[in-house]
């Protein structure tokens, strides 16, 4: 453990030298516990530093920071400098508490009233000389007090501020994953002033702190490793905020002012390149022309953006699928029809037009659509387009009662990627009794066909394999049917624990002795395949699950635990596991 009475003997000798050599010519410019073990200093380096540093009570380095753009994962030579100071204040106190006799019990003077009796001299002469040792103070200062200044300028000040802290944690052209850590934790502050600028209704400044925020960080993408998402939620915060601004209640030249930003950044392609910026700015732009009675003004934006894509490109399509929403939007009728006639390629724009002739109860055009739609799909091999046009067949089919096509697409969605149980139903639903028990043997048949057909063209199939893939596709319609027989069947020769397990809640009341005499031996395989902790945990844990839901498995299972031990005595992490058993 680092304290402040062994760090010399525990930082590396480059880094403490430099750091006392920091000391001991003064860089150490700012320096004060602003709380009992929590300290704030400035260094003077080729930049001003801001060090943060926080004791324990015996001493002990608990915490620290730097702005500097060193190696986070190490101390650098300005905390080092710090250090130096703390020891030399402290090792000051210990000599003075020696040699001075304490005083005596006078109440302390409180911090309200020893601003009472500060001047105002004192108070500017404090201030410019603080203003010079620490230059987060000194900004602090000139903004707080902004509107004092007619000539400030607001905007270049805090453009200023965040390039600063920008470059301060870029090194050699990039954003390591520790420094985007600390940037975007910095870069949250601003969120947190821009929500109070809210909550004052101060707008103005609100709007120009949004607008920095916005052009400066996104770029910070291009040169940054932001997996931890720091910078990513500080920039989502700054695009909820300006959000927020909009719905607030401000005059219309105001908003004026904030569609002309918006529409200014969506040139930049960099908000559509990371994160989903870019959206977000699409749907402000088009809300805010609504707001402000210049609905044109998007389209023409838009209508550019569509120029300029290529023919079929994506941004083409996301463009035109735009200005369709927005055409509905401000209920411009006829542009929409036409828009959407011409662009009906489009699966998106195509689903749109199904929708409203679903709506109006015009199946046949409807159904019409979707016939050309999958068509073109395939000609594709969109088989995901084929399948949502399919969907809404079945859509239509119900809303016209038309059983043959509910019982097709609907046992076609029934075994599409495993068994699925609404369209499973859907497709039993449209038999009678006894008329389905015919239909579900028949399909029954077909998949056992099916396997045992596969199984013969594969080199690998044995035995157990062929009896896994039958209780795959048929266990999720015997559980449907309550074909419990036919489940404990494949079930009794199913060798994988897993495989048994799954289907261990369905049969465990009807066939309790029989499933004890399946898991037996499962267990027992699954042991002698385990590799390391974590699977011998996990043995335990399927062993422990039974034992517990079924008491009446204990003893053997145990038995299965005692095997494993005797036969595997040199697995001391399985021997461990085990153990938890007894």
Not at 241 to 246: P, T
Not at 519 to 530: M, R, T
Not at 536 to 550: S, T
Request: charged share 30%.
């Amino acid at each position: 453990m680092m304290t402040i009475e062994n760090f010399e003997n525990q930082i590396e000798s480059t880094i403490l030298k430099r750091g006392k050599e920091y000391f001991l010519k003064g860089n150490v410019e700012f320096f004060e516990e602003i709380k009992k073990n929590n300290w704030a200093a400035g260094v003077v380096g080729t930049d001003d530093y801001q060090i943060e540093i926080q004791l324990g009570s015996k001493g002990e380095i608990k915490s620290y920071e730097c702005t500097c753009p060193y190696d986070y994962s190490a101390e650098c030579k300005h905390i080092v400098a710090v250090l130096y100071t703390i020891l030399k204040q402290k090792t000051t106190e210990v000599i003075l508490e020696k040699i001075v006799e304490k005083p005596s019990k006078d109440k302390k003077m409180s911090f309200e009233a020893l601003l009472e009796k500060i001047s105002l001299k004192e108070y500017q002469d404090f201030i410019k000389q603080y203003s010079k040792k620490d230059r987060n103070f000194k900004d602090t200062f000139e903004l707080h007090f902004a509107e004092k200044d007619n000539t400030f300028n607001f905007e270049k000040k805090y453009t200023d501020l965040i390039k600063k802290a920008i470059k301060s944690h870029t090194s050699r052209g990039f954003i390591d994953y520790y420094a985007s850590n600390k940037l975007g934790k910095e870069l949250g502050k601003y969120g947190a002033t821009i929500q109070q600028y809210l909550t004052n209704k101060n707008y103005r400044d609100a709007f120009v702190l949004c607008k920095v925020l916005v052009r400066e960080v996104c770029p910070v993408f291009e040169y940054c490793d932001d997996s931890n998402g720091y910078v990513a939620g500080c920039a989502e915060e700054t695009f909820t905020l300006l959000s927020q601004l909009i719905e607030a209640t401000v005059s219309l030249e105001f908003k004026e002012q904030i569609a002309h930003f918006v529409k200014e950044e969506l040139q930049n392609p960099i908000y559509f390149d990371y994160g989903d910026f870019g959206y977000t700015l699409i749907d402000m732009y088009a809300d805010l022309s609504i707001n402000i009675y210049k609905p044109n003004d998007f389209i023409e934006f838009i209508d550019a953006k569509i120029h300029k894509a290529k023919s079929y490109d994506y941004d083409r399509n996301f463009f035109i699928k735009q200005k369709v929403q927005f055409l509905s939007k401000i209920g411009r009728e006829n542009e929409l029809q036409e828009l959407i006639h011409q662009n009906i390629e489009i699966s998106e724009i195509r689903a749109i037009e199904i929708n409203n002739c679903i709506e109006e109860g015009e199946y046949d055009k409807a159904k019409q659509l979707l016939s050309e739609g999958i068509k073109i799909a395939e000609k594709k091999q969109h088989s995901g387009t084929v399948y949502q046009w399919e969907k809404e067949l079945l859509k239509i089919a119900v809303l016209q009662k038309d059983l043959p096509m509910i019982c097709y697409f609907s046992r076609k969605f029934a075994f599409d990627g495993g068994l699925n149980t609404t369209y499973y139903n859907q497709w039993k639903n449209t038999f009678h009794k006894e008329k389905w028990k015919k239909v579900i043997e028949k399909e029954i048949a077909t998949i056992i066909n099916k396997v045992n057909e596969a199984s013969k063209k594969s080199v690998l199939c044995d035995v157990q394999r062929l009896n896994s893939a039958k209780l795959y596709h048929l266990a999720p319609i015997y559980i449907q049917e309550n074909y419990f027989d036919r489940l404990f069947e494949l079930v009794q020769i199913e060798q994988n624990l897993d495989n048994v397990l799954t289907y261990y809640p369905y049969l465990k009341n009807q066939y309790s002795t029989e499933m004890v005499e399946v898991l037996v031996p499962a267990l027992e395989k699954e042991g002698e395949h385990s590799e390391g902790r974590s699977q011998y945990k996990n043995l335990v844990k399927k062993m422990q699950f039974l034992i517990k839901d079924f008491p009446e498995s204990k003893q053997k299972i145990l038995e299965v635990a005692k095997k494993l031990k005797v036969k595997y005595p040199r697995r001391p992490a399985m021997l461990e596991e085990l153990n938890k058993l007894f």
